[in-house]
DNA sequence: AGCTAATCGAGACGGTACGTCTAGTCTTGCG
DNA sequence: CGCAAGACTAGACGTACCGTCTCGATTAGCT
């Protein structure tokens, strides 16, 4: 039996400067150097300060970039829709290309790939906490776009989103090839064509096919 | 100006035993608890003939992967062409479905694609010479089925590629989803959809559309 | 600006156990065969508890054997005074030359001569806390005999024990001829002859020179 | 049965490349700091080469400096013989502690004395190389003193060399005091009074006292 | 002059130890 | 009790040398 620390006993000022001081670290030496010892010197805090805490490096730096979420908390994570399907999807696809070229989220991005790859409660963590959110805010636009007939009815969102992403997702995380705002056009126009409803079917959209996942 | 060593003079046993503890180890311990001095005591080898050939870690466990595909030098690449485009594919994704999900292959290729994420030199090896010829038998079955019009005279190979393996690759890499045969189906369902010949084009295959790229 | 350890937070038990080691590995391997690595696994210490409380080898082998002279801290280190200044030195005398002969302490002696004669801050550390009281009392001794007029009253008590033992321990350094009983009542008897009183000078001892140096 | 080398097909170019190399290293990083690695790289020697014909680092920088000597075959070697002993002495005695200020000799002798004291092989070829010869030369001017009624009849010269030597070369090894002109000057007369012939003693000199050793 | 065997420069090898760094635990006062 | 501070054991890091061991490429003497 492990003893547990009261949190009602945390201090948030350490909490705080150790948060502040991974995001900063981080961006001055990288993940791979990153190390605790240098995260508690930074921030003026025991290194048992840490170890209480988050039971990894990963951990630190997962919550050192949910704060920086969480700050803004109220952000528009609902997605443009203007009814034309093709024409928000590819803003938001050209908007992620840009936000992986930004050298700024590279780095940080990176390693927490890195951490969430070969450790799976971190990456529950991740995606409960970071992605989730942002992947419901995208079904939303899909479910809209479904029920709107410009998606097949039957369509799973879930693959529908994989399809969408995990090939821009796959070309940044190995760098298989550029990342252009042709390249993000072209995932949509493929997107749309796998997707669209089926012609022979007449639907209405919403409602008429198998209930999907979640 | 860094001095190189001759490679001329290089000890194979060495090379060999170096290569086979790291793959022991690798499967022993994991990937991130492997360390240099492990891989030179269990190889019986000096710490600096490990420096001296490799510049990383993660370089010589690329290798000793490299080496077992190597050992079969003329494994049959290429993908099965019965000419049902859409069965041949099921039967790969299948079996892609089943690889990731055996343990033996799961430690090793989750700890490469943690190296490759942070080291640009890395992933361009794994890429020449590992990916790389997979990919290209890969494309060779798809070009075979865009000859014979089951796909758009037009398509690009590789765009082909990413759309239908990235999602399984992403699931499985951030552990987002089941990894299933019904899953695999669907995906190449998805991707014919994708990228079927248009409707309303007549096309005679191959040599109609634009020159494709490599 | 170099980071001081606490020496208030220091653990009195690993210091005991490396300067153990330390003198066991001394005679098990020898001085020059001793690594600090050696001790630190020996002492089932880490390697930076030693880097962090001694600057050398050296050092940490010089404590070692100052540890073995303070455990008996009221040795009697006076010299013999039985009047007979020529008969108490020779047993002196012969008793160094027995010393010297020992094995077991031929293999230390030894290799803290060969650091101090590099190290000037270890020679210094050397004479402060092992020669310099030894040395005091010998010349406690010879301060005994010029009051009582066996020496001149104008003897310089420091060049005096050199000439009385720097021949012993050149021979025994530099292995340049024989450590025999004669030769400690060689080097006594030559002694007296060139610190004896001046005969034709009418001295009351002590007191009537000019002060000694020291 | 260990296999020796042909000395005379010994290339008597690189012989002279390590003992120079040697002897640059000794001056440019210290004895302590010198490698046999270092002395092939700037000899553009193989190590081999150095191990082939030198059993260990010291017997290299032994030759090295025997070299020196032996360059000038015919170096008058004789002490000054102007019949008063005394000042003859201490123009000896002064000469040394001039040479053990200068710091090209410090680093050099100090390290041989260093490697001396721990490898009896190499004490005894320094003895009979470089030690010896001098020491020769000294004994003949005592010699000389005592044929001329300066010193006592039945003097040991050996012992007689070490009271006079011994301590200069302590102090000097240990940092033990200053080695001042008149310090050399006092061990002279301590010297002379300890080997003076007995005043009751009437002798001629030479031949009449008991064989020396010698 | 050609042959042959040893020495040569070069440097890779299996090792040992270095001195540094970080992990994660433990200890000591302070608040 | 949580905290800052930091010493502790443990052990990997990457480097420097050790002394041995091939490699060709000279380079002697000997035939």
Redesign the pocket.
Same mark, same amino acid.
């Given at each position: 039996m492990v003893k547990q620390?009261?949190p009602a006993?945390?201090?948030e /000022?350490? /909490?705080q +400067?150790i948060l502040t001081a991974a995001r900063e670290l981080v961006h001055e030496v990288g993940y791979a %150097?990153?190390?605790?010892? $240098?995260i +508690? $010197?930074r $921030?003026?805090?025991? %290194?048992?300060?840490i170890? /209480?805490?988050w039971p990894? %490096?990963g951990a630190v730096v997962l919550d050192a970039f949910l704060a920086l979420s969480e700050a803004g908390p109220e952000r528009s994570m609902a997605l443009p829709d203007t009814g034309d399907l093709e024409a928000d999807l590819k803003v938001v696809m050209r908007a992620t290309v840009a936000e992986f070229a930004d050298p700024a989220f590279e780095g940080p991005i990176r390693a927490l790939n890195t951490e969430i790859i070969n450790d799976p409660t971190l990456a529950a963590q991740y995606r409960a906490k970071l992605a989730g959110p942002v992947d419901e805010a995208k079904k939303d636009r899909l479910r809209s776009a479904r029920r709107a007939g410009q998606l097949a009815a039957d369509a799973d969102l879930d693959l529908a989103l994989e399809l969408l992403y995990a090939p821009l997702y796959q070309r940044w995380l190995l760098r298989s090839g550029p990342l252009t705002p042709e390249y993000a056009d072209a995932l949509v126009e493929c997107f749309l064509k796998a997707m669209r409803p089926d012609i022979h079917q007449f639907t209405d959209g919403e409602g008429s096919g198998k209930p999907e996942k979640q």
């Amino acid at each position: 039996m492990v003893k547990q620390p009261n949190p009602a006993r945390r201090s948030e /000022r350490s /909490r705080q +400067a150790i948060l502040t001081a991974a995001r900063e670290l981080v961006h001055e030496v990288g993940y791979a %150097k990153l190390s605790i010892e $240098a995260i +508690a $010197a930074r $921030a003026g805090v025991g %290194k048992q300060t840490i170890y /209480r805490w988050w039971p990894s %490096k990963g951990a630190v730096v997962l919550d050192a970039f949910l704060a920086l979420s969480e700050a803004g908390p109220e952000r528009s994570m609902a997605l443009p829709d203007t009814g034309d399907l093709e024409a928000d999807l590819k803003v938001v696809m050209r908007a992620t290309v840009a936000e992986f070229a930004d050298p700024a989220f590279e780095g940080p991005i990176r390693a927490l790939n890195t951490e969430i790859i070969n450790d799976p409660t971190l990456a529950a963590q991740y995606r409960a906490k970071l992605a989730g959110p942002v992947d419901e805010a995208k079904k939303d636009r899909l479910r809209s776009a479904r029920r709107a007939g410009q998606l097949a009815a039957d369509a799973d969102l879930d693959l529908a989103l994989e399809l969408l992403y995990a090939p821009l997702y796959q070309r940044w995380l190995l760098r298989s090839g550029p990342l252009t705002p042709e390249y993000a056009d072209a995932l949509v126009e493929c997107f749309l064509k796998a997707m669209r409803p089926d012609i022979h079917q007449f639907t209405d959209g919403e409602g008429s096919g198998k209930p999907e996942k979640q």
